[in-house]
């Protein structure tokens, strides 16, 4: 039997702010803002990341924000990947955000986002 899924479309990431989310975003990591996103009766943002997206939810988030694993290998998390593993710790390193190198060996780094958020951030090979 053939898969039904095809892809992912986006992933949705509940934040407490859309602005300073955005600081981190679009400032630190360079995504894109997709202006399509309608009037969904609270604040929000569309980002583009390749042919996927990621939104960006203002809403009370029922997760507790403490005690999260310190390593975001050990979390729900979403994994992205990069061309180039070391411009993004430059960048991290500027704006005094904390990473952790993945442990499986990869070339890929885990950090947070403002909202604690885990993210992943896989180098791609070449292909």
Not at 17 to 31: C, E, H, N, S
Not at 98 to 111: E, H, I, Q, V
Request: charge should be negative.
């Amino acid at each position: 039997m053939s898969s039904l899924v095809t892809g992912f479309h986006h992933v949705s990431l509940i934040v407490a702010d859309t602005a300073r989310a955005l600081d981190f975003y679009q400032g630190v990591l360079g995504l894109t803002l997709d202006n399509t996103r309608p009037d969904l009766g609270y604040p929000g943002a569309w980002l583009n990341v390749g042919e996927q997206q990621i939104h960006l939810l203002e809403l009370p988030n029922p997760d507790p924000l403490n005690g999260r694993p310190s390593h975001g290998g050990r979390d729900r998390h979403l994994a992205c990947r990069v061309k180039n593993l070391d411009l993004l710790i430059e960048a991290l390193d500027r704006m005094d955000i904390d990473y952790s190198l993945s442990r499986s060996g990869r070339r890929a780094l885990f950090c947070r986002d403002p909202d604690q958020n885990a993210l992943e951030f896989i180098q791609q090979t070449a292909i």
